[in-house]
Structures are given as structure tokens and as C-alpha cells.
């Protein structure tokens, strides 16, 4: 009997299942999201697939999850109420924050409420200095009393964050004892688990967080694993993680913020395992979707990671240097850029008479005025209808039938109109702003990075992705593009590629040159032996566990890291002058510039990864049932390309008539997206499916 992995992303609108089988055999489903009990979804969905495709549950041999159910309840503040036990005097930290803000001339900008109310946050007498030495011991009878204040106040998970815990974690342990024997069940974490590293704001925020989301997500994976059980699917289930990598359930419920930002990340994961394959080492990937448009870098076959990242800070526009408008996270995770332009974007005209996109959008409902479903305000969708680039009657295979004039008629109404502006042209104005406004999300990644764009191709995918691939490309003088198949089901198939990794990191904050090679050898050598018995415990052989060391470092008096590869092996005087020498070219490629050989140089923090390496590839070369939903008709249509081209004869075809390679303009229609291949260009179908489209 053929074995089935399933790979269910949960959006705020739909939930995308993907089914592979060790054959290549590959069913898909998309489902609205049941808001409140996502689980729901992916359920009926997987039961909906079962039923049409003669497939029985106990086929299924894995599910990966990515979800947004963590990064929703900080969104929205529905998280768990949390106390937080820190040392005295600092339980204002999580207010006073970095200082750091994301508008610095707006005198009416407000800090958003901190996790836990202050009046929720109380301080022990205690302190460790920060060289791990007890300067005050923790008095216990002190603990006590203060756990038992938060468990009058009805808490519902507590955090535990110390000064200078990072060095020596005996009284933050000291307290998670207590804190079980007087409430035994109540979730809690102290920072020397969660986050062992220097920065005191950032170490309190990222506690409070995981504990704020721990019942949150604790509650969602019981229901999500009993409603799996019920359906007869008893398989393991493992989770998407910001930085990437896979973790299973138990580990996702003790550190949910690992899992806040796993939603986004499972399109680059897929991305760069297809990359791979096409011998395509260094890439820019671009998702866009109805409300956002995401993209990240990966180079050298491997997906950039930031060291930390805000949550609920709003849409990021253009420069990564403005921050402190969320929640901060120090945790790995994938580095995306984000700009607020998707397919629901609102099209509107500013006070100084400038047409505008975003960030509003018109959502799912009422959705776009082509939708018919009552939006009465102009969308990007609209205006990619006026241009030809869409079906005019009908997307998603037929299931959602369009109203073409609805679109012409409030677009000339609301922008045309009062910019005095030929239709066509302003239609193709807003597809021009939305291709602006999401390059500077590319430039975010990397010409702010010292990375040239013109080096990488360009990785497209989402439900509006490769609609506006080639415009972007064009732009940036990229010359090549990659749109996979499946490519608005991508980040759910994307899990599929995904290893079990588990992250460590520990504080060093030593001058690189001082430090021996015992001391690297110990710290390094203690990440490398709690990755084997965590992949170990998951159920993986000795042979099958890689490790990777990677450095936080700077330049000593300056407050920003990078991240550089560190040495494997035994440390001695020749790697730890390696390791230094990677830093300082890694400095001079992203700032251009590096320092002389008498400058010291900080290590921050030693990091490594645990990674399993699975028996078999996680997805075979060749894939079958690809063309269950395919184009539903071939011909031609009217598309506008500019001023200079004007409106062009645009052959409509699906993906499979670019077996033989083709020279646009050409619009290629999918099930679940669109692709624009625009004058000039040519199109062709891989061996892998996918469209490979190169550029002049």
C-alpha cells in the first residue's frame, strides 16, 4: 500500500493540502479556513481528498503543519494571560524596550501594550553578575510568595526572565521548580531555555512571548492531533518553524515561538530545495499573494536566516533599519521582506492627487468589484483584469466566475477618471506602482545587504507571484525566472522539503583572539551533545544527524552582528584565525568595507544547528497526476503592455504546452495562478514542471 505525506498550510483565508506519495503520485485541495478551529479544515480537507482520489487514512505516513495560529493570537492579543517573575527593579524592561522607533518624527506614535500588564510582572530579590557569579542568592520563601500573587491573579502562564540568567541559569531554574510544585500543569519557561543569550530586552520579550502563546498553541495541536485521530490518521505530526526546519509536536508545545512566523517559511524552504536541483545557487524568492507580497534570499544554496524579527509591527516598507513597532523575537528565523501589495490591494488616489496601492486590501470579502460580491473599490485584480493579464470570466478552474465591466466600471469612476488618464493606462499605472512598491522589499534583502539582484533568478510563486514576475525582473535587469509548479499551493508543498532541525545558542561575548581554544571547544562541544539527544529522543540514528556552527560577531564597540559559518571540529590557533577571517569578509561584502588586522573582534554568541537527514529524498525527481487541473482552454486574448506596445495578441496556454519553448507574450492560466510572460521573453517547461522564463 503507498505511503502519503501531507503537507497543510493554514492562511487567514484558505488552507492549502498538498499529498505526495513515495511514487510521486500528488493530490491537492483548497479549503476555506475555519477561523476558531482550524483544525476543522485540514480534516474535512484531507477527508475530501481521500474520498475523490480512493485514498484510506492509514496511508498517510507524516503530516507537516505550518500555521499562523501563534502569530494570529499576538496579532490580535488573544493570547494567555502572563505573569512575569524578574529580577528586582527590571520588570519595566519590556516597556522601556530598546528605544528604538519606527517613525521618528511622529510625536503620536504609541508603543503597543506590553504581553504582560505590568501590575502582572513582579521582582525577586537576586542577582547573578556577568560572569555567572552569585552576587545575591535567590530566597525561595521570596519565590513563594510571588508565585503565589500571580496565581491569585488568575494567570494563565508565567515567564521567567533574570538579569544575567545567559550566564548561569541556577535561580531561573530554582524558580521553574517552585513555580511546578505550587501549580503543577500551568505553563511556564524561564528564558535560560527559551533564549541563553545576552540582551536583556530582547531575552524578556522573546520569554514572555512563548509563554503568552504556550496554552494558545498547546490547546490548537491537542484538538488538531484528536481530530487526526478520529479520522483514523495516526501519523506523526511535525511543525513548521520560523528558521525553516522542521520540530515535532512536543517540542512545538514547550517553545511555540519557534513556530510564530512558520507560515512564510515553507515556500522558501521549497524553493531552495528546487534550486537545487536546477543547479541554481543563489536566488531571490517572491511570494505574493491577496494581501502581502514576501521575499527572501537564498545564496550559496542555503536561505538567509536574520537573528531576530518583530512581530505585529505592521507591513514592512522598503528600509529594514526603522524597527520597534511589535513584538521582538530573538529567535532564528527566515529573513523576509514584506510589503503590504497583493491582489486585494486597494487602488486609491492620495490628498496630493497620486495614484496609491495598499496596504489596505479588499480581502476575501467582499474581495475585488470582479468578484461580484459587493467591492466597490478598485483593486490591483481589478486592474490585471482591465489589462487582459486575467481571465475575464472566471478564475480557480471555473469556480469563481468574474464580472469584467464591474472592473472597467469603478476603475474609470475612481482613478482613470479624476487623473484623466485612458483607462488602459491607468490599470497598467497601478500594475507599474505594485511592481515598485514590491522591489523595494527585494532591494530590503539584498542591495541593503550589499547583494546585486542582477547575480540571483528569481523564484515566483504565490496565487499573484507570477503574474508579476516578469515586471519585477525587468526592473531589477534580472534575467531569469522560476515559477514552480503548483505555484499558489507552493508554501504547503514546500513542507515536504523541509528537515527536523532543532537550533542552540549560548552567549560568549569575548574577544575572539583572547579566547582559547578549550573555552570554543567546551561551549560549541556542549550545543552539539543537546542536538544529538534531542535528535536522538525524535528517533534518528547517529549517522543520520549533521551539524552545522555558525557565529554572532562584530567588530568590538559596535552593537550589530553577523551571522558567519564557524569551523567544525576542534578549535585551535589556525581556525580561530579562520573564524575571524570569515567575519571580516563577510563584513566588507555586506558594508564594504572591513577593518584592519588590529581591530578585535567580538564573538557574540556561538549558535549550531542539528539537522536529520532523512533515509530517502523527501521528494522525488518526477512527479505524477500534475495535470489534474490544468488551463481549460487554449487561444488568445487582448493584453496591454505599456504605452509603447500598446495592446498585443497574447497566446493563452497551460503549462504543458511549454514543452516546447515559446516566445511571449503569452499568458499561461493554472488552477491556482496566472503567468504573465510578457513581450520579448520566452517561456519553456523544465524536466521538473517547472516554467523557466529567461529575459533579454
Known amino acids: 500500500m503507498a505511503k502519503f505525506r501531507?503537507?497543510?498550510?493554514?492562511?487567514?483565508?484558505?488552507?492549502?493540502?498538498?499529498?505526495?506519495?513515495?511514487?510521486?503520485?500528488?493530490?491537492?485541495?483548497?479549503?476555506?479556513?475555519?477561523?476558531?478551529?482550524?483544525?476543522?479544515a485540514i480534516v474535512d480537507g484531507l477527508s475530501s481528498i481521500f474520498d475523490s482520489a480512493d485514498l484510506n487514512a492509514d496511508q498517510i505516513d507524516e503530516v507537516l503543519h505550518g500555521t499562523t495560529v501563534a502569530s494570529n493570537a499576538i496579532l490580535e492579543h488573544k493570547g494567555a494571560k502572563t505573569g512575569l517573575i524578574t529580577t528586582e527593579g527590571f520588570r519595566d524592561v519590556l516597556e522601556i524596550r530598546t528605544l528604538r522607533m519606527p517613525r521618528l518624527y511622529d510625536l503620536h506614535w504609541e508603543k503597543p501594550p506590553p504581553l504582560a500588564e505590568r501590575y502582572l510582572r513582579l521582582g525577586v530579590n537576586e542577582r547573578i553578575n556577568n560572569k555567572g557569579g552569585i552576587d545575591l542568592a535567590l530566597d525561595l520563601g521570596e519565590v513563594e510568595r510571588v508565585v503565589h500573587r500571580l496565581l491569585d491573579e488568575n494567570v494563565e502562564a508565567i515567564a521567567v526572565c533574570l538579569i544575567n540568567s545567559y550566564t548561569n541559569g541556577d535561580h531561573e531554574r530554582a524558580i521553574k521548580d517552585v513555580i511546578e510544585r505550587l501549580a503543577p500543569g500551568l505553563p511556564h519557561c524561564i528564558s535560560a531555555d527559551v533564549l541563553p543569550e545576552i540582551s536583556e530586552y530582547q531575552r524578556t520579550s522573546t520569554t514572555v512571548i512563548n509563554a503568552y502563546v504556550m496554552p494558545i498553541v498547546s490547546q490548537y495541536l491537542y484538538q488538531l492531533s484528536a481530530r487526526l485521530k478520529d479520522a483514523a490518521i495516526d501519523a506523526p505530526l511535525l511543525l513548521m518553524q520560523s528558521n525553516g526546519g522542521l520540530i515535532n509536536a512536543d517540542v512545538a508545545e514547550s517553545k511555540p515561538a519557534n513556530i510564530i512566523e512558520s507560515g512564510p517559511a515553507g515556500g522558501v524552504v521549497g524553493a531552495q530545495a528546487l534550486a537545487r536541483k536546477l543547479d541554481l545557487p543563489d536566488i531571490i524568492t517572491?511570494?505574493?499573494?491577496?494581501?502581502?507580497?514576501?521575499?527572501?534570499?537564498?545564496?550559496?544554496?542555503?536561505?538567509?536566516?536574520?537573528?531576530?524579527?518583530?512581530?505585529?509591527?505592521g507591513i514592512m516598507m522598503g528600509s529594514r533599519l526603522m524597527s520597534g513597532a511589535g513584538y521582538h523575537l530573538k529567535i532564528p528565523a527566515i529573513d523576509l521582506a514584506e510589503v503590504g501589495a497583493g491582489g486585494g490591494s486597494l487602488v486609491w488616489i492620495d490628498a496630493g492627487g497620486s495614484m496609491q496601492i495598499g496596504p489596505q486590501s479588499a480581502g476575501a470579502v467582499p474581495g475585488p468589484c470582479c468578484y461580484g460580491m459587493g467591492g466597490e473599490d478598485p483593486t490591483v485584480t481589478d486592474a490585471n483584469v482591465i489589462l487582459g493579464y486575467l481571465n475575464p470570466d472566471y478564475l480557480v478552474g471555473g469556480e469563481l466566475a468574474l464580472q469584467a465591466n464591474k472592473s472597467r466600471k469603478v476603475f474609470e469612476q475612481k482613478i482613470a477618471g479624476p487623473l484623466d488618464l485612458d483607462l488602459a493606462h491607468a490599470a497598467h499605472g497601478a500594475h507599474q506602482i505594485v511592481i515598485s512598491n514590491m522591489i523595494r522589499a527585494i532591494r530590503a534583502i539584498s542591495s541593503e545587504r550589499g547583494r546585486d539582484p542582477r547575480d540571483y533568478a528569481l523564484f515566483a510563486f504565490g496565487g499573484n507571484g507570477p503574474l508579476f514576475a516578469a515586471g519585477m525582473a525587468k526592473a531589477l535587469d534580472m534575467k531569469r525566472i522560476v515559477v514552480p509548479p503548483f505555484p499558489g499551493l507552493f508554501s504547503s508543498f514546500g513542507l515536504l522539503y523541509a528537515d527536523v532541525e532543532h537550533h542552540y545558542s549560548r552567549s560568549m561575548m569575548q574577544v575572539l583572539r583572547e579566547t582559547t581554544a578549550g573555552a570554543l571547544n567546551g561551549i560549541w562541544g556542549g550545543l552539539e551533545t543537546q542536538a544529538r539527544e534531542q535528535l536522538a529522543a525524535d528517533g534518528y540514528r547517529p549517522d543520520q544527524i549533521d551539524i552545522r556552527r555558525t557565529a554572532n560577531m562584530h567588530y568590538k564597540g559596535q552593537i550589530f552582528e553577523l551571522t558567519v559559518p564557524a569551523p567544525s571540529g576542534d578549535f585551535d590557533a589556525e581556525k580561530i584565525a579562520e573564524l575571524e577571517e570569515r567575519f571580516g569578509q563577510e563584513h566588507e561584502r555586506t558594508y564594504g568595507h572591513r577593518a584592519g588586522p588590529e581591530e578585535p573582534v567580538m564573538l557574540v554568541n556561538a549558535q549550531l544547528i542539528g539537522r536529520a537527514i532523512p533515509d530517502h529524498p523527501p521528494v522525488p525527481d518526477r512527479l505524477k497526476g500534475m495535470d489534474a487541473r490544468v488551463a481549460m482552454k487554449s487561444g488568445s486574448r487582448q493584453a496591454y503592455f505599456g504605452p509603447e506596445a500598446g495592446w498585443l495578441e497574447a497566446q493563452v496556454l497551460s503549462r504543458y504546452d511549454l514543452a516546447t519553448e515559446r516566445a511571449g507574450p503569452l499568458i499561461v492560466e493554472e488552477y491556482d495562478a496566472t503567468c504573465l510572460v510578457p513581450p520579448g521573453a520566452r517561456a519553456r517547461q523544465d524536466d521538473f514542471g517547472n516554467i523557466i522564463i529567461e529575459l533579454p
Open 286 to 313: 517572491f511570494d505574493m499573494g491577496g494581501t502581502t507580497a514576501k521575499t527572501s534570499l537564498v545564496e550559496d544554496g542555503d536561505f538567509t536566516r536574520s537573528l531576530d524579527y518583530q512581530v505585529g509591527g
Open 6 to 40: 501531507v503537507g497543510a498550510d493554514i492562511g487567514g483565508t484558505f488552507t492549502d493540502l498538498v499529498l505526495l506519495g513515495q511514487d510521486g503520485a500528488l493530490y491537492t485541495k483548497k479549503v476555506p479556513s475555519t477561523v476558531g478551529e482550524y483544525e476543522v
